[in-house]
């Protein structure tokens, strides 16, 4: 279902990093027939300042406290599509020029190939800008930004997911979602676990440029507070959450991060239920930093 607003044209068709040379398995193209099975999105770099290629050896994957056999592990240098999600509603507290600044500094730092897609969201999510690499066309889309209304924020997150990056699947692996917001959600129709279920379900990592909680922590009813749904969205996902206040270094960092620290890990789950929520848990050797989606959805067709 369309809930994008008329103020948009129609669609047509979701931490900082080491330094690359550190790391890769190998620097090939990410090979197809071994990523047979469960695939994984995983950032991964050194802290340990060694020259060694990351391997499979380094590696340690659990679902619901198994540990699995890890089948691949290859460098992603696919490019990225980011979907920038920005909160135009009237209570944010933060006026248009910066949402504008932090948008743009996106623009800065993709790679080539990368492309952005920005979403503004009050309640109604709507387009800004499809699909695009081109900073002047970026820029002068942003125009339309306003403050009005709501923060439907779920109901941005779904329409982002269904209609944006689900049609770019199953041949664009490497996905993301930026929220430029504090996480507040105030009458989607859409449910909070809903939201994060598709994101893994998916792979879509989310990254957050957060904003203080203009509720100051208050407690909502049915669903979590505002910092807690940007710590789960981007911590379920294996994103990560930068300050708004520093929007370059974060757009620099996520940027680099998409380019140079992405794998693809494939595994065939044992000893593990197809029929439900499977926890995941990935840790690596001292010296290494992972991140991966928190949890697998159900294996059924």
């Not at 991964?44 to 659990?62: C, E, F, G, Q, V």
């Not at 504008?100 to 387009?127: C, H, N, S, W």
Request: hydrophobic share 40%; glycine share 6%.
């Amino acid at each position: 279902m369309k809930i994008f607003g008329s103020r948009c044209v129609l669609l047509l068709v979701c931490l900082l990093t080491a330094a690359p040379g550190a790391l890769g398995q190998s620097r090939h193209s990410v090979r197809t027939n071994d990523l047979e099975g469960t695939v994984l999105s995983v950032t991964a770099w050194r802290t340990d300042k060694k020259a060694d290629p990351l391997k499979i050896d380094n590696l340690y994957l659990y679902e619901n406290g198994i540990e699995q056999k890890i089948k691949a592990f290859a460098f992603d240098p696919s490019p990225s599509r980011i979907v920038l999600l920005v909160d135009n509603s009237q209570t944010l507290p933060a006026d248009v020029e910066k949402l504008k600044r932090a948008t743009m500094e996106f623009a800065y730092e993709i790679y080539d190939g990368d492309q952005l897609f920005v979403i503004a969201y009050d309640e109604k999510p709507e387009i800004i800008q499809e699909w695009t690499d081109d900073a002047a066309k970026l820029e002068k889309s942003l125009a339309t930004f306003r403050k009005k209304g709501n923060p439907f924020l779920f109901d941005a997150l779904d329409a982002a997911v269904s209609e944006v990056l689900l049609p770019l699947m199953p041949g664009t692996r490497k996905t993301a979602v930026v929220v430029i917001g504090d996480g507040l959600d105030r009458g989607s129709s859409t449910a909070f676990d809903k939201v994060l279920s598709d994101l893994q379900n998916y792979d879509v990592t989310v990254y957050a440029l957060q904003l203080p909680d203009r509720t100051r922590g208050a407690y909502r009813r049915n669903q979590p507070k505002a910092g807690a749904v940007i710590t789960q969205l981007t911590e379920g996902t294996g994103g990560a959450i930068f300050p708004i206040d520093d929007a370059q270094a974060a757009a620099k960092a996520i940027c680099d991060e998409l380019r140079k620290n992405r794998y693809l890990l494939s595994y065939s789950p044992v000893n593990s239920s197809s029929y439900d929520f499977r926890r995941v848990f990935l840790v690596a050797d001292e010296g290494i930093k992972v991140r991966t989606k928190m949890a697998q959805p159900p294996n059924i067709k």
